[in-house]
């Protein structure tokens, strides 16, 4: 495994280090949003003067994460992160097809993706479940609950 | 102490409805701390949209019981399988896995319930006591102290956590600037929502707690797709011996007082509380060496200690409206939903509330002892069902969740950035649990940071000048100081002792 001190090209770029430029750039962003909205002073404080306060924190703590926090804790993409990209685009597809088809249908197809493509079930084992919990969840929500769903054409809700 | 309020805080914990979704809570509770995957940050979030319809004190008895309920089962898989189902009992791994090598998981179960069950009503009982001067305490508080108090829970709650303290502050700094985003309440103006309209009333909590804890989790989980766990430890003896049971009622008492103490302080909770009680044993043992090689001692301390705590983590809540934790920062959003501001005032604005959820509590811990001790077996065989089916029926029901807190697809949109921003975050080695507690009290801070300003006319001077800040100040420096004291002692502890295996990888941020 390899240790902090590990010298070489790649030094910088470390994932350890790279994973800085997450509150550098939020904090960056921050600062200037607030300062527009208005600082004020600290006797009479502006509506910005917390974001901006908050910002140049983050901006602050950017620098030991960069430079003193080397903890083995982040974890570089693997193949297995392509899995989670195509459940991310599954989600994604799932909100129009839901308003699209409504529930029952929309749910069935992301629970056959995830059960079959990501958890590797059986097709028929698949099949059922997805559809069985869908109409399930569509039920509980629709019609016990009644949370005025997105047009359902099966009518479920 | 007011005898009628607790009379009266039982009448309300043992209605019918109440006694049912106690039980139920407990039940949720025990079950989802076995299965590794998702924690009760998780289901609490995924739950919320189910407790609209509750009464206010019927919700929180049962998002109170899944709490505890979960300090009970995350036990079960520490002591069988080495995988602790929630952070608390990462502890009991080191004794308890042992004793279930040894042959004894019956006994380690059976403790580990009997050590809950006396944590919890002892810290119950306490909590009647502490409760009321606390409040009244906590009623005299002006903006500024409760600023500095906000900051100091916020700030602890990053030194406690299991990851770099660096990045937990980092997001408890993001949390507070995402809290930001909306109408500012002192003027009106819309801050930071980037020309979306949705986003006037700044982000629900819901949405974003449901993200990050429950679809962060999975989409996590996705990436590294554990195999199906099997169980082979047979529990045929159940009942520890007399002998195990005098040797842990050492413990027990002492993890009983010590988790109480610790569950008070903002940030205090379960994970801090099990740690030290394990410590506090083993420095204490005349056979030191034993820990970790199945000391019964190992399992009853920290285990009395998880639960007396996470009991008395219910007084900073209740009484201060301080959450010390995700789940209790859950709790005290589920609240916020149904109309109650957790504070000084509950006490007296819903005591149906407060002293209902405190009766409950030692309700709730006597259905876990019945549920426990015999059904042990029975919750051992969830552990069949894989995340690979639970995953995507937890995900389909969030995004649900979701679209019924306003009847838009526009949450259902932002509570898949929120489980990306979870997923990167849990990569990027940054805990989740500070990023939505200061989330939540992100606009807390700022409006109390605000008045204290604005009334003082001394800027920042103000701090300087209320005794009680000051010296909350202090403790706050103080505790950032204290870092550099604890790696140096903590690195001679790790070289001194002859510890035992840890388990590879533990849940952080459930």
Known sequence: ?157 | MDLNSILYGFEVALHPTNLIFVFLGVLIGTAIGVLPGLGPSATIALLLPITYTMAPETALIMLAGIYYGSMYGGTITSVLLNLPGEAASVITTLDGYQMAVRGRAGQALSIAAIGSFIGGMVSVAALIFVAPPLAALAIRIGPPEFAVLTLLGIALITRLGTGSTWKSLAAAAFGLLLGTVGQDIFTGEQRLIGGVLELADGFDFVVVAIGVFGIGEILHNCENTAAGVAIRTKLREFLPSRKEMKTSAGPIARGSALGFGIGLLPGGGGVLSSIISYAWEKARSKTPERFGRGAIEGVAGPETANNASSTSAFVPLLTLGLPSNAVLALLYGALLIQGITPGPQLMHTSPAVFWGVIASMAIGNVFLIILNLPLVGVFTQLLRIRMSVLGPAAILISLIGAYSLANRLFDVWLVIVFGVLGYLMRKGGFDAAPFVIAFILGPIMETSFRQSLVMSGAGIGVYLQRPAALAMLVLLVAVFAAAPLKRRFGGRRRAAGDRPEQPESTPTSR
Request: positive net charge; hydrophobic residues 55%.
């Open chain 1, 1 to 157: 495994m390899k240790t902090e001190h590990d010298a070489g090209p790649g030094r910088w770029l470390r994932p350890s280090r790279a994973i800085a430029l997450g509150p550098l750039i939020i904090g960056g962003f921050a600062i200037p949003q607030g300062a527009a909205l208005g600082v004020g002073g600290f006797t009479r404080p502006g509506p910005g003067l917390y974001p901006v306060i908050v910002g140049v924190a983050l901006v602050i703590l950017a620098l030991p994460i960069f430079f003193i926090d080397h903890a083995n804790d982040v974890e570089t993409f693997t193949r297995g992160s392509l899995r989670t990209a195509v459940g991310v685009l599954s989600l994604a597809l799932f909100v129009p097809l839901w308003q699209l088809v409504g529930l029952t249908i929309a749910g069935s197809a992301l629970l056959f993706a995830w059960l079959r493509f990501l958890g590797r079930e059986r097709v028929l084992v698949a099949a059922l479940l997805s559809v069985a919990v869908s109409a399930c969840f569509a039920l509980i929500f629709g019609t016990l609950l009644e949370v005025p769903l997105p047009h359902d054409p099966l009518g479920i809700p």
